[in-house]
C-alpha cells in the first residue's frame, strides 16, 4: 500500500485508454483510497507525447495549487510516464512522482532508468527534449497486462528481446523459445523480473548514460528513425496504420505506431549491422530475422524511405558529431559494443536486408 502521507496533495496523471482499462485495479490493489487524488487524463498515444501535453500536465498542476510537497502519480505506459516525470522534475524545480506502468513496455524499460521527456522538432526527432529525474517509487502490478492488447504486449517483449540480447545466449534463447500466448503465468512474470532486474543493474552504474548505459541503444538507432517516419506519415490523411500479429489473427488499425515494433525491426537491422562489422554470427541475424517475422510482421518501409530514414538516424541525439551515425552493435550475444560509427552506405544495406524479409 502506498504510503501517502507525507505529500501535501496528490495528483494523477493517465490517458484515456488506461483510464478505461485500469482505474478500478489502481484503485483496489495500490491506491486504497478512491478518488483522493486529482486526475488529469490525456488523450492516448504517441502523438501526444508534446510540448502541449506537458503544458496541460503544468497548468493542472498550478490550477490546482501544486506546491514543491505534492506528488504526481503517472499511472500508464512510457508515454505517460515520460511525460509526468518530465512535467513533475520540472515543475517548480522539481516534485516528486510515481511511476506505475501499465504496458509491459513501460514496466521493463520506460517507468525505470531516470530518463523523461518528450518529441519534439521538425522533422519529429523522439525524445529529443527531456532530463534525468527519479522516481520516487516504481509500482509493478502484473494484473495491468489482463487488458493490454496483444500489439502492446509485443511491443514491451521487443524490449525485453533486446536486454536477453545483451545479456547472454541463454536468456535470449529462453525468450525466443517462450509462447507468447502465455503472458500471465508465473514463468511470464519471471521473465518480467528478470528483464527488469538487468535495466536496473546497467542504469545502476551509468544513471547519466556516459558509458555502460548507451549499451541499452541496441536497436534503436534504426529503430527511433522508423518511429519517427511512422509518426511523419501519421499525419497524412490516407495513412493507416495495420499490423498483423500471431497473438491475434486480425489486423489492428492503430493511431500509432507501437515503440516496440520499431525496434525489434532496428534490432534485425542493427543485427545485420553487427554481422557486417563485428562478426555477429549469421545464424544469430536469421533467427532474430525470423522471430521478427512470425511475430510482428515486415518492417512498415520500403526503398523509397531511405533517405528519409537516413536524415533521421543522421539527427539522432546518440551521434556525437554532426553527420555521423553511432550505433551499438554486438560483437556476440552477450557482448555489446557502444559507440560504433556506421557508414550511410553500410546503413542502406541494413535497410535493404530488411526490406528483404
Ligand atoms: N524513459 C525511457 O527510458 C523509455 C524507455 C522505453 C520507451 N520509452 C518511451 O515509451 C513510449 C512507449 O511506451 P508504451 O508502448 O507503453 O506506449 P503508450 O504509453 O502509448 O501505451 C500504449 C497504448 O496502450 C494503452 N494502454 C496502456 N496500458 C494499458 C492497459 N493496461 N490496458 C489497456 N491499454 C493500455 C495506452 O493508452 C496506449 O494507447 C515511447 O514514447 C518511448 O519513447 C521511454
Ligand atoms: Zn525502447
Known sequence: ????????????????????????VFYSTIMHQPCMADQLILPSGEQHKTLASVQRIWDFLLENHATRSSLLINLG????????GFAAATYMRGIAFIN???TLLAMVDAAAGG???????????????????????????????????PEQLLSGYAEMIKHAA??????????????????SSQVFGELINRSVAFKQSIVEQDLH?????????????????????????????????????????QLSTLNSFPHGYCVMYGIV?????????????AEVVSTLS????????????????????????????????????????????????????????????????????
Not at 545483451?166 to 507468447?180: F, K
Not at 538507432?221 to 498483423?244: D, R, Y
Request: aromatic letters at 8%; proline letters at 6%.
Open 100 to 102: 506505475v506502468p501499465t
Open 290 to 357: 525470423r522471430f521478427m517475422l512470425e511475430n510482428y510482421g515486415a518492417a512498415p518501409i520500403t526503398c523509397s524511405d531511405y533517405d528519409a530514414l537516413l536524415a533521421l538516424m543522421q539527427h539522432d541525439k546518440k551521434n556525437k558529431e554532426q553527420g555521423t551515425i553511432v550505433c551499438t552493435l554486438l560483437r556476440s550475444i552477450g557482448q555489446p559494443l557502444v559507440g560504433q560509427t556506421v557508414t550511410p552506405a553500410q546503413l542502406r544495406e541494413a535497410l535493404e536486408y530488411l526490406c528483404s524479409l
Open 115 to 149: 530518463k523523461t521527456g518528450f518529441d519534439y522538432g521538425s522533422p519529429l526527432i523522439k525524445n529529443s527534449i527531456g532530463l534525468f529525474a527519479e522516481p520516487v517509487a516504481t509500482i509493478y502490478e502484473p494484473a495491468f497486462l489482463a487488458t493490454l492488447p
Open 77 to 84: 505506459g512510457g508515454v505517460i510516464c515520460d511525460l509526468g
Open 209 to 249: 548514460d556516459h558509458g555502460l548505459r548507451q549499451i541499452l541503444n541496441f536497436g534503436h538507432t534504426v529503430g527511433h528513425a522508423i518511429e519517427a517516419l511512422m509518426l511523419e506519415k501519421s499525419k497524412l490523411p490516407t495513412f493507416n496504420f495495420q499490423l498483423s500479429t500471431t497473438l491475434n489473427s
Open 1 to 24: 500500500m502506498l504510503d501517502l502521507s507525507k505529500y501535501d496533495r496528490v495528483f494523477l496523471l493517465t490517458d484515456e485508454q488506461v483510464a478505461a482499462s485500469c482505474l478500478p
Open 166 to 183: 545483451l545479456q547472454s545466449p541463454q536468456a535470449l534463447a529462453e525468450l525466443l523459445n517462450h509462447d507468447l500466448r502465455d503472458h
Open 269 to 281: 537491422a542493427e543485427a545485420y549491422l553487427s554481422h557486417l562489422i563485428c562478426g555477429l554470427p
